[in-house]
């Protein structure tokens, strides 16, 4: 199937796992998964009128951001070092990747001479995944409340990477761990620069479990795209 046909089909199905969702009234924001994907492949989705963009390297995301039109709305998805930041901070609209406070600390400095805050998603790895980055469920909270005095920098939500399983049921239980916790801090929590709007789980294998478990915001590459070269 092509790009085209790829990207109505994920959006009819996002409808269908909307209406089993606890908001079936709500909205999901789709966040297409550029990585190792041309301009040309890229631009398909464009002339589709879907412009949100994702992309999980700093350097490709420089490589491609002149090349491709301005109503681009980029996201960066993917591990961010600190001495990169400064690359990113004039071009992208979210970072879905905060999961430590020297980061946080960075992103708000390269903010100031902006003058305008970050928006960022705070990364969880309720999994306890050796390999994923992300805080555990435990130190969200008390990294939010950290992070909220620095006035250059929003926290907009949550975003975790579910593990790679065979069958998506498996990870319905990170899921809704997850959305409990969004649905916590969201009631309980009431800080500076921090709302809980977005809460990013679900890619290509599992976006519909999670969808079902409360995710607004889901990331998808190959099954827009086809798989990665
Ligand atoms: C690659 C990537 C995705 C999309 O993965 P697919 O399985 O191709 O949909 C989502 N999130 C992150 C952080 C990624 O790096």
């Known amino acids: ?105 960075e992103i708000n400095k390269r903010m100031e001479p902006l003058r305008r805050p970050m928006k960022c998603l705070v990364q969880v790895n309720p999994a306890r995944e050796e390999t994923k980055f992300g805080l555990d469920v435990s130190q969200v909270i008390p990294f939010i409340k950290e992070v909220s005095q620095l006035p250059w920098l929003e926290i907009k939500g949550l975003m975790t990477i579910a593990p790679e399983v065979d069958d998506p049921e498996e990870v319905r239980p990170v899921f809704r761990e997850m959305f409990e916790l969004f649905q916590n801090i969201k009631n309980n929590v009431h800080l500076n620069n921090v709302e809980m709007l977005y809460l990013s789980m679900g890619m290509t294998s599992d976006y519909k479990v999670a969808i079902e478990e409360g995710s607004n915001m889901i990331r998808i590459g190959s099954g827009i795209f086809g798989p990665r070269n």
């Open 1 to 105: 199937m092509g790009i085209a046909a790829n990207l109505e089909r994920i959006k009819h199905d996002i409808a269908s796992s909307l209406l089993r969702s606890p908001d079936p009234g709500g909205k999901v924001t789709l966040v297409a998964v550029t990585k190792n994907k041309s301009v040309e492949e890229i631009n398909e989705v464009l002339q589709k009128g879907h412009f949100i963009l994702g992309e999980n390297r700093v350097q490709e995301l420089r490589d491609k951001y002149p090349l491709l039109p301005n109503e681009v709305e980029w996201h960066l998805i993917g591990h961010l070092q600190r001495n990169k930041v400064k690359y990113i901070v004039d071009k992208v609209k979210l970072i879905h990747s905060l999961e430590n406070y020297d980061l946080a600390v």
